[in-house]
């Protein structure tokens, strides 16, 4: 008797908590049509708040950061629409789009940054970056070291492998170690360097990361610039950037949205 | 009496006169009372001059009732009086002046006491005068002064002033009897480092007024004068300030109050005179309690407002925040706002009035901030607390500013020509999105690359300790009997229960014998035939192996040996024999 009032508490307790839980944690496709509706109603900021919520629970897709771009693009803050667009053509199902975006809210901005053609070796690593990416890399390098490994052993207890089968296994496993270390230089280059966008109007580029120091070049919006996080890392609020045109310098962080 | 009958003539023509003013302008009092002497610093004996002076709009005024002077002698209670009547821009002024002849009396420093005037049945007082009375001997008996007999000095009305107060500084040129002024020229290029500097404006020609410095009478005059603001604390110096004065010796007409331009004539002369730099102590502003002090130092009134309660998208609204008082109006800078999203803020505008009358800086000064709204709503700026320095107070005197509300309504323009109707080729995403949360970026996070890493290597240290294993089986006989010794002893011990089951105890005897042999000349690597049992057993001993163990492997040989001698022996005996041998050839295995 003990037993089943014990087992009808915990009942009840489960059958009030339960519900509690669903309603503080709504769904991120429900929070989405209610700032897709705030859009549409012209409740830009609103809209904002919602996607911006979604953004911070990492729940992401490229339908998001489109409508996020759009949204700012309709507050006139061409800056942060940009930063959002370009996160938005990560996405398949939004690259189209927010390539064409893009193309547009280019050509809204005042200022227009002349572009460096990149080092082939940087376009190589891009290029790695985005459609292969690092995970991908090491794990076809781990198999390929597998098969490597498989076939060095292999000519050990089976007597009838031909000799060069020993060689081929050397190949292999240097193929597989040759691809780990493209994998990590990679992350490492992903992770040391990143894209950023300009989202206030004006800020000025300089030599050293104080605000009494010599001028490099005067960046506006919507100006992109390559972060190097190492060496910003020993200074806060300052980012070391390449921008566009190759010039290298310090940039107060405020200025700039990370991609 | 010819003066008393023209005063009421005056008083009759000035109501006659205002009897055609407006109301509004009759009912306006802006009067002043003052008083002045001709000098302030004299000797006993001389006279001076007491002026009483009523300005303003009024109708009645009555004759002002001295007070009773201490050092000095009232020549006269009947004073003469002027009086002139100015009608500008619809306002009328009347001034009057009643002059008192004082004599000195007595040495020593007095005050002449406020005079009281009532003007329209409302009394009003003048501001009291300090008076220094020398003894014309002691002065005499001093030796005179070691200044020039013509000299400029700078007079600050502060010595010890705070960052951003008002100072004024006024040009004083003082010179001897004998000696008369034609004019002046200040010499450009004066700065005062450290200071904002303002000259102030004088409608009035310099006035020469007698002094009496260290014993020596000098007419002193007020040229210039220049409000400064310091802009630091510290030690500060004014620089010294220089003009060429045009002077010409005149006979001694024992006139002290003779015009300060004299008439040109003979004896004339440039002289270019400089005044001693002036140090100052500015004192630091105190710690604001809080950070809304915006950099004004004087007596403000301070207000904002928004110029339209109402504006559509894109139209500019305009907050204006103005400051007007007596101060460092052209230091002052703007206060910051709070202001709510969505809007778009522009370069403020700044515009300031300055009055340089009155010997002091006042005016006004607006700032207008420019926004436009980008979305339409309400919006509210919220209330903001600013504080400005008071030097008179000695402290911060805050104010709190009101919070502004507009409305701001969409402009259907620009929803037609929005970026939905065609320009930005992209609309909105809705309905169902793919979701993903980024994966960690981290390369050694994931848990494959671990087994991934970790497995082909544990398989090589496998196969190859297997490969090592193999190669000595096949290459190493020893290795490989020693190896093998226990299959084959236990193949042997079984081949010798089957024998003895079948009746052959014999053969079954030679075979456990041949397993006991085998398995010891195969651990220790003995030659396969030729040996004795005792070859074996003393094999074993140079191995220490335990004398128990010894023991029971010499009894099983001996056994084996005599027992296949005696063929009446049973299957189970032997079984016995078999598993005696079974668990020593076990003890032996861990030994050897």
């Known amino acids: 008797m003990k037993n089943i009032k014990r087992l009808f508490f915990w009942i009840i307790l489960c059958v009030l908590i339960l519900p509690t839980h669903g309603l503080g944690q709504q769904s991120p496709q429900a929070t989405f049509d209610q700032a897709n509706e705030l859009l549409n109603s012209g409740e830009y900021e609103r809209a904002i708040t919602h996607y911006q919520q979604l953004e911070k629970q990492k729940q992401w897709s490229g339908a998001l950061f489109l409508n996020l771009g759009i949204s700012y693009q309709r507050l006139d803050s061409l800056g942060k629409a940009k930063y959002y667009y370009l996160k938005a053509s990560d996405f398949e199902e939004t690259a189209s789009k927010a390539q064409q975006a893009l193309s547009y809210v280019n050509s809204q901005f005042s200022h227009q940054s002349a572009v460096l053609p990149k080092l082939p070796w940087d376009v190589a690593t891009t290029w790695l970056q985005k459609n292969i990416g690092a995970s991908t890399l090491l794990a076809a390098a781990i198999i390929v070291l597998n098969i490597g490994i498989l076939l060095f052993i292999a000519r050990w207890f089976i007597p009838w492998i031909p000799s060069y089968f020993r060689m081929g296994s050397f190949v292999v496993i240097g193929i597989s170690l040759l691809i780990m270390a493209t994998a990590f230089y990679t992350q490492y280059i992903s992770d040391r360097y990143r894209e950023a966008v300009m989202v206030t109007e004006e800020a000025s580029i300089v030599e050293n990361p104080q605000a009494e120091t010599s001028l490099v070049s005067q960046a506006f919006e919507g100006y992109t610039f390559t972060v190097d996080h190492r060496r910003s890392g020993r200074h806060p609020n300052w980012s070391y950037v390449r921008m566009s045109n190759g010039l290298y310098g310090w940039i107060p962080t405020e200025n700039i949205l990370i991609l | ?592």
Request: aromatic content about 10%; glycine content about 6%; charged content about 20%.
């Open chain 2, 1 to 592: 009496m010819k003066r008393i009958g023209s005063f009421f003539c005056v008083i009759c023509s000035a109501f006659l006169l205002a009897g055609f003013l407006p109301l509004q302008a009759i009912g306006q009092s802006n009067v002043s009372v003052k008083s002045t002497v001709t000098q302030t610093t004299i000797y006993t004996g001389e006279r001076i001059q007491l002026t009483v002076e009523i300005s303003g709009d009024f109708n009645d005024v009555s004759r002002p009732e001295l007070p009773n002077f201490q050092g000095f002698r009232l020549l006269s209670n009947t004073p003469s009086t002027s009086r002139s009547f100015r009608y500008v821009n619809g306002q009328s002024s009347t001034t009057y002046s009643y002059s008192y002849q004082l004599i000195a009396q007595q040495q020593g420093d007095f005050r002449i006491p406020p005079v009281t005037v009532t003007i329209d049945g409302e009394d009003y007082q003048t501001e009291p005068i300090d008076v220094s009375i020398v003894d014309r001997n002691d002065a005499a008996q001093s030796g005179g002064s070691q200044r020039p007999d013509i000299f400029l000095q700078l007079e600050v009305s502060d010595e010890q002033p705070i960052t951003g107060q008002q100072i004024i500084s006024d040009v004083v040129l003082y010179f001897q009897d004998g000696l008369e002024v034609n004019s002046y020229q200040p010499v450009p290029g004066w700065k005062a480092e450290g200071f904002w500097k303002e000259e102030l404006e004088n409608t009035q020609r310099p006035q020469a007024t007698s002094t009496i410095i260290d014993g020596v009478r000098y007419r002193k005059a007020r040229l210039l004068q220049f409000a400064l603001f310091p802009t630091k604390s510290g030690e500060l110096q004014i620089s010294p300030y220089e003009i060429v004065v045009s002077v010409r010796s005149t006979r001694s007409r024992g006139d002290s109050f003779s015009s300060f331009f004299g008439g040109f004539g003979g004896n004339q002369r440039q002289v270019e005179l400089k005044s001693d730099p002036v140090t100052l102590n500015v004192q630091s502003l105190p710690a604001a309690e809080d950070s809304y002090y915006f950099g004004a130092v004087g007596n403000y009134n301070i207000s904002r407002d928004v110029s339209a309660q109402k504006a559509t998208e894109g139209e500019s609204i305009e907050i204006k925040t103005r400051i007007n008082g007596t101060g460092n109006i052209p230091l002052i800078t703007k206060p910051e706002y709070e202001l709510p999203d969505g809007l778009e803020v522009y370069e403020p505008q700044e515009n300031s009035q300055l009055n340089r009358r009155n010997h002091q800086i006042s005016g006004n000064k607006t700032f207008t901030d420019v926004i436009i709204a980008r979305k339409a709503g309400h919006y509210t700026i919220p209330e903001q607390k600013i504080a400005y320095f008071d030097p008179s107070q000695n402290r911060y005197v805050s104010q709190t500013l009101p919070a502004l509300n507009f409305k701001v309504a969409r402009n259907p323009n620009t929803v037609a020509n929005g970026p939905s109707a065609g320009t930005m080729p992209v609309s909105p995403v809705t309905g169902l999105a793919a979701w993903t949360t980024p994966a960690p970026t981290d390369l050694l996070s994931h848990w494959w690359f671990w087994i991934g890493l970790l497995l082909p290597i544990g398989l090589l240290v496998v196969a190859y300790w297997q490969k090592r294993y193999t190669d000595r089986m096949s290459n190493d006989r020893a290795f490989a009997r020693s190896q093998k010794a226990a299959d084959t002893s236990n193949d042997r011990l079984k081949r010798a229960v089957e024998l003895s089951e079948k009746g052959k105890v014999k053969e079954a005897y030679n075979m456990l014998q041949k397993a006991i042999t085998g398995f010891i000349g195969d651990r220790l690597n003995l030659s396969e035939a030729g040996l004795s049992n005792k070859d074996y057993i003393q094999a074993l001993e140079q191995q220490n192996i335990d004398a128990e163990l010894i023991k029971n492997i010499r009894m099983l040989l001996d056994k084996c040996d005599s027992i296949s001698y005696a063929p009446t022996t049973t299957p189970e005996y032997l079984k016995s024999h078999v598993g005696l041998a079974q668990s020593t050839l076990e003890k032996l295995k861990k030994v050897l």
